[in-house]
């Protein structure tokens, strides 16, 4: 989906290199999230932000950061790259607003592969 | 608690067979389901979703899920599968409490192989 664009997609680096994951969106949403994908894993969540103003962890932010720049850009660093760290990124939107339920329906970015030798 | 099980990690049929895609979950309040198809090297896609109004939910490329409280399952069924519907499936789970974070928790993905 172009609404949500992830740069780079593809990328390998060194242990203990810092690296700087962007996203962008053009739907508009306030709410954008960062998951890593791992095999056998599912996704698994690692920051949230619901407005520039406010950012959370996840159930593993341990080894990253994140920056909300503006509503429409939120970027994922990992400081000091491990092994570990190896997997597929995906960052995410939502608008709590769409449906009058309630439910937040996420929407995905391509997604970016991230190999730490 | 918030949990949910996909129940095959892997599932294979024949081109034009049904498919079933089994997912069960727990929440501690009434949920909203999701399901996501991810095609190899892209992101994931909304299937479909509910949200607590049919219990028969119908999605995108013929595919269809049955929430069933009783039995707290939510299967993807599709009559008849498409070489294209070869992927990977994943049940979600999130809490639908108003307001703030609603925890999402994804399943551990169905991989779906369509033979000729």
């Known amino acids: 989906d172009a609404d949500v664009t992830q740069t780079p997609r593809n990328r390998i680096t060194k242990t203990g290199k810092r690296i700087m994951l962007e996203c962008s969106q053009t739907?508009?949403?306030?709410?954008m999230y960062w998951y890593r994908q791992d095999p056998g894993l599912g996704l698994r969540l690692i920051y949230y932000?619901?407005?520039?103003?406010?950012?959370n962890k996840g159930e593993i932010s341990d080894g990253y950061s994140v920056s909300r720049q503006a509503q429409a850009k939120f970027s994922l660093s990992l400081e000091s790259a491990i092994p570990n760290q190896t997997a597929l990124y995906f960052c995410?939107?939502?608008?709590?607003?769409?449906?009058?339920?309630?439910?937040?329906?996420?929407?995905f970015g391509p997604g970016t592969r991230l190999t730490v030798l | 608690a918030q949990s949910v099980t996909q129940l095959d990690s892997h599932v294979s049929v024949s081109e034009g067979t049904p498919v079933l895609l089994r997912c069960n979950y727990s929440?501690?309040?009434?949920?909203?389901l999701f399901w996501y198809v991810q095609h190899p090297n892209k992101g994931l896609q909304l299937l479909l979703k509910?949200?607590?109004?049919?219990?028969l939910v119908k999605g995108i490329n013929g595919f269809e899920a049955e929430f069933k409280k009783s039995e707290t399952s939510f299967h993807l069924t599709k009559p008849s599968a498409h070489m294209s519907d070869a992927a990977e499936y994943f049940c979600v789970v999130s809490d639908s409490r108003s307001g703030g974070y609603q925890k999402v928790t994804f399943g551990t993905g169905t991989k779906l192989q369509v033979i000729p």
């Open positions: 509910y949200t607590s109004a049919a219990t």
């Open positions: 739907k508009g949403h306030d709410r």
């Open positions: 995410a939107t939502s608008d709590l607003y769409e449906t009058t339920s309630g439910a937040d329906t996420q929407y």
């Open positions: 932000s619901f407005d520039v103003k406010d950012i």
């Open positions: 929440s501690s309040y009434s949920p909203s």
